[in-house]
Structure formats: C-alpha cells, structure tokens
C-alpha cells in the first residue's frame, strides 16, 4: 500500500511567521503534489514536482514554494503565513509512466489555522 | 462552465437502495478518470478508475461516455459506510497536464 505522510494533522501557526508543511512518501514515486481544500473550492493545486529538484506552479502558488530535494519528500513552504491560507492541506503523490495520469494517493492532511 | 461538474446533492437513500451520480466534463481531450470517495475530514481515497469500456468493483460500476462528456458511479445495494463525498477527477492532455477534481456528490445512506 502507498503511505504517503505529512508531518502534522493540526497546526496553528500567527501571521507573518514562516511555515513548513512537510510529505514523505515510501513509494519511490516520481511526481508530488501539494493541494489545498476549502468548503466550496474543492481540491486547489499549489505546486507539483515530477523529479528531484524539479516543481511547478499549481492553480494557486502566490504566497507559497516549495522544496524537493530529495525523491521521497515534498515540502510546502508559506513564506510569510496569511489569515487566508488558513485550509486543509493535502500532499499527494503518483507513480511515472503517464505521470499526471495516474491515481494520486493523499496523506491524511494537515489542518492548518493562521491566527 | 466549469471544467468537471457534478450535482453536490445531498443524495440520500436508504439502505439497500441503488444510486448513480453523474459527472460532466468539458474537455474533449480529456484522457483519464477516476472516482474517489472522501470521508468528513478526510483526505481523498481512490474509488476507482473509469476505463473506456466501464468497470465494475463489487458493488460499484463506472461508466464512461466519451460522445456526451460524462462520467458515471453506480452504487448498488447501498451500506451505511457508503456515506460520503465522492469526488470525480478527470485527466487532460495537452500543455495543461494536470488532474481536475469536481467539487464532489454528497451521499448519505440512512439506516
């Protein structure tokens, strides 16, 4: 079975700070996703990498980045956090081949609130 | 239009009944579909894939109809942990490769 974890379930983090949301996935996949989830909005992609030290710019990348320096491990990164972003963060991750094709497989997300 | 719609419902069945959800889609060129089902406050979970000539999985059956642009989930004899959102998420070619998610059909099975 595809594990893919992220670092926190619940996070409560102040405006202005810096924020690392991190993902690890334990099958050797290719290409990671970051997505946010808000009532009304659906899933919203931020970013996505296909290979190490690789990304893309998502749907919504202002005020975020990311970081893929190794192949198992995917981070989001809020560069100065906003009362905005506060949402249900969701990393994914899928095997090669067709790439974006393949069924994506989430971690349990991460509850984020920016007080 | 949006790029993938579905009804958001609710649906709400008794147990044992049969329930379809529909879910258009706009692009023509769209080459992947899948289902998935989401648990309040949860993350997605991978249904199933719709393939061209339609699957079945147990209780479940996806349809796709490429002429019309839709995709289609069939639950038969409905379980209570069938309630949930189901999210349907089709795949485009082209320079825009990316996956796009519905904003999901509520179902609640009632006992």
């Known amino acids: 079975d595809v594990k893919v974890t992220q670092s926190s379930r619940y996070l409560v983090k102040r405006t202005g700070e810096k924020v690392f949301l991190e993902c690890v996935q334990d099958?050797?996949?290719?290409?990671m996703f970051w997505y946010r989830q808000d009532p009304g909005l659906g899933l919203r992609l931020i970013y996505f990498?296909?290979?190490?030290?690789?990304?893309e710019k998502g749907d919504i990348p202002e005020g975020y980045s990311v970081s893929r320096e190794k192949k198992e491990r995917f981070s989001l990164i809020l560069e100065s956090a906003s009362t905005n972003q506060t949402s249900m963060y969701l990393c994914?991750?899928?095997?090669?081949?067709?790439?974006?094709?393949?069924?994506?497989?989430f971690g349990d997300g991460t509850r984020l609130s920016i007080l | 239009r949006k790029e993938v719609e579905q009804d958001p419902g609710p649906f709400n069945v008794p147990e044992g009944a049969t329930v379809a959800f529909n879910c258009t889609y706009s692009?023509?060129?769209?080459?992947?579909f899948f289902w998935y089902r989401q648990d309040c406050r949860k993350e997605p979970k991978l249904l199933m894939s719709?393939?061209?000539?339609?699957n079945e999985d147990g209780r479940f059956t996806a349809q796709l109809n490429r002429a019309s642009q839709y995709i289609s989930l069939l639950i038969r004899d409905s379980k209570l942990s069938d309630s949930a959102t189901y999210l349907c998420?089709?795949?485009?070619?082209?320079?825009?490769?990316?996956?796009?998610w519905g904003l999901g059909t509520s179902l609640a099975v009632n006992p």
């Open positions: 692009n023509s060129a769209s080459q992947s």
């Open positions: 998420v089709v795949g485009n070619a082209g320079n825009n490769r990316k996956l796009i």
């Open positions: 099958m050797d996949h290719e290409n």
């Open positions: 994914a991750s899928s095997s090669p081949g067709q790439g974006f094709f393949q069924p994506q497989h």
């Open positions: 719709v393939y061209s000539s339609g």
């Open positions: 990498s296909y290979d190490v030290k690789m990304k």
